[in-house]
């Protein structure tokens, strides 16, 4: 065999920096565990007392679906918090995005703010804005939109904002050669090259809104989880799982809607 | 074929009449190294001028400099009776309406229709909605449009998707989309670069004939030879940032310049 046949090692050689690195991973793994996940005899005591003559599962099912005219009702209010607030939330994120883009916000100081709104809105959870939002406009429905406005904002502004980035250049030169201004840029050129991204980014956005919408009532923050909360403290287990499987009806079929859309559009 | 296509030759760097472009001492340094090193040359009204030199001579620099897309590190421009370099932001802006470009790559929006992109460039001259796109534009911009795509030849292919379209086609539309601006000069960047060879000379053909008809004056960047050769009345060379080459194409053939591309290629 000459040196010519030698085949690359198997594996690439690692310094010592790197098993550092891989040591430091696993042991906050381990210890992440150790410290927080549920022991197993834990689990099998507790799986044990859930499928138990007097356990919760057995208290479920079947489900109650007697009270089912309120519920629908509940859950169409869910789906229009989640539209009302999810639309507001990607027309908002639209001018954050442009902000926050290198080649189109007008100074570095705006893109550095723009970006750091968006991040501040993603980084807070949806429940947290809700609870803000009830102290600001009270209980209710309307909380609940405020809530999902803003965390589309942040989830929208971002990928809107990368969409954007990774547009060519090119279109966008010739226009500004050709004397256009800055909005005729933006939405004659980079508006119309980002359309499949956008379609994507508001469809994953309406269905992570009605995900969402349900838990905002367990808050306060109106919308089908108020139901779901008062099933659960009233011991109505039963009732709470036909809202449940309610819940998971109008998710699913939101989300085979924007899945359609999706491959018809882009 | 040349006296078919420039019925109209001018005098190659005559200096009887006010110059269209004027440029005098013209530097750009780009991280520490000049890539124009104080460029002077001018062209007259209704010529079409060849600029040539090996890759990296700063030939494309030079373009963007003019229009300043790229700004310029020194020196002046005088273009179509302006200060190109004291021109504010609204000022330039008026400016680079009436100089037409046609890129290499042709930089159309590909989603949208070619009647949309030609639309595009009433830019120069309107802004708002009714400049963005084919649906929202007036009707005398859109049978303006459409006669742009006409004298390209595209007129049957107005609702087509631009990227529907060949690479030959796109580049007439571009060309479509630059006679919207009404310019006043054309500056091109390599328009037959990205095409076959006979679409490459059809492009160049059509482009040379509109510059005619029009009367308009052109700055063209070409790495064929024979198309430098047949569409241009004088012939400018780059060379490490300086002009190197400057003669009437009547006074050129092909192995002086494929010399002077050799030449400055290897230096």
């Known amino acids: 065999m000459t040196d010519a046949t030698l085949s690359p090692p198997r594996f690439r050689h690692l310094g010592l920096p790197s098993y550092v690195v891989?040591?430091?991973?696993?042991a906050l793994v381990v210890s992440s565990v150790a410290a927080t996940a549920p022991s197993a005899d834990k689990l099998v005591r507790g799986i044990t007392r859930l499928f138990a003559p007097s356990g919760l599962f057995t208290q479920m099912v079947p489900p109650d679906f007697s009270r089912i005219e309120p519920i629908s009702w509940k859950l169409l209010e869910t789906l229009q918090m989640a539209v009302a607030g999810c639309f507001l939330g990607l027309i908002f994120a639209v001018p954050f995005a442009i902000l926050a883009t290198d080649r189109l916000s007008p100074h570095p100081v705006v893109r550095s703010i723009a970006r750091a709104v968006i991040a501040l809105f993603r980084t807070v959870p949806d429940l947290v804005w809700a609870i803000?939002?009830?102290?600001?406009?009270?209980?209710?429905?309307?909380?609940?939109?405020?809530?999902?406005?803003?965390?589309?904002?942040?989830f929208a502004g971002r990928f809107f904002a990368e969409a954007m980035e990774e547009t060519d250049p090119g279109p966008q030169d010739a226009l500004r050669a050709i004397g256009a201004s800055r909005l005729g840029v933006i939405v004659s050129s980079v508006f119309p090259a980002c359309l499949p991204s956008f379609t994507a980014t508001s469809l994953f956005a309406l269905e992570k809104s009605v995900r969402g919408s349900a838990a905002l009532g367990l808050?306060?923050?109106?919308?089908?989880?108020?139901?779901?909360?008062?099933a659960f403290d009233l011991f109505n287990y039963d009732e709470a799982l036909a809202i449940i499987l309610l819940m998971l009806a109008l998710v699913i079929t939101v989300e085979q809607g924007s899945g359609w859309i999706r491959r018809k559009l882009i | 074929m040349n006296a078919l296509i420039l019925p109209s030759r001018a005098l190659a760097g005559s200096t009887l009449v006010e110059p269209v472009l004027a440029v005098a001492g013209l530097t750009k340094v780009f991280s520490g190294r000049e890539i124009l090193q104080g460029l002077d040359f001018a062209l007259s009204p209704g010529q079409s001028t060849a600029l040539i030199g090996a890759n990296g001579s700063g030939k494309s620099t030079l373009l963007r400099c003019l229009v300043r897309l790229v700004e310029p590190t020194s020196g002046?421009?005088?273009?179509?009776g302006q200060d190109v370099i004291t021109l504010r932001p609204h000022e330039l802006r008026r400016f680079r309406a009436r100089v037409g470009i046609v890129w290499q790559r042709y930089n159309l929006v590909p989603r949208l229709s070619a009647l949309s992109n030609v639309i595009h460039g009433v830019q120069a001259r309107m802004s708002g909605p009714r400049a963005w796109f084919q649906s929202l534009a007036p009707a005398d911009v859109r049978a303006e449009a459409m006669t742009c795509l006409a004298r390209v030849g595209l007129a049957d292919r107005a609702s087509a998707r631009v990227d529907s379209l060949s690479g030959g086609q796109q580049q007439r539309v571009a060309i479509a989309r630059m006679l919207m601006q009404r310019p006043a000069f054309i500056l091109a960047d390599e328009p037959d670069a990205s095409l076959d060879p006979q679409t490459g000379q059809e492009v160049m053909e059509l482009l040379l004939g509109l510059v005619r008809q029009d009367e308009l004056s052109l700055l063209v960047i070409s790495h064929r030879l024979e198309h430098t050769l047949a569409y241009s009345d004088r012939?400018?060379?780059?060379?490490?940032?300086?002009?190197?080459?400057?003669?009437?194409?009547?006074?050129?053939?092909?192995?002086?310049l494929r010399r002077f591309f050799d030449h400055e290629g290897a230096a």
């Open chain 2, 76 to 80: 002046r421009i005088a273009m179509l």
């Open chain 1, 22 to 26: 891989l040591l430091v991973v696993l």
């Open chain 1, 219 to 230: 808050v306060g923050a109106g919308g089908i989880g108020v139901d779901l909360k008062v």
């Open chain 1, 132 to 154: 803000i939002f009830i102290i600001i406009v009270g209980l209710g429905p309307a909380a609940g939109v405020m809530a999902i406005m803003v965390d589309k904002i942040g």
């Open chain 2, 235 to 256: 012939i400018l060379g780059l060379a490490n940032g300086r002009i190197a080459l400057d003669l009437p194409t009547v006074q050129a053939n092909a192995a002086a």
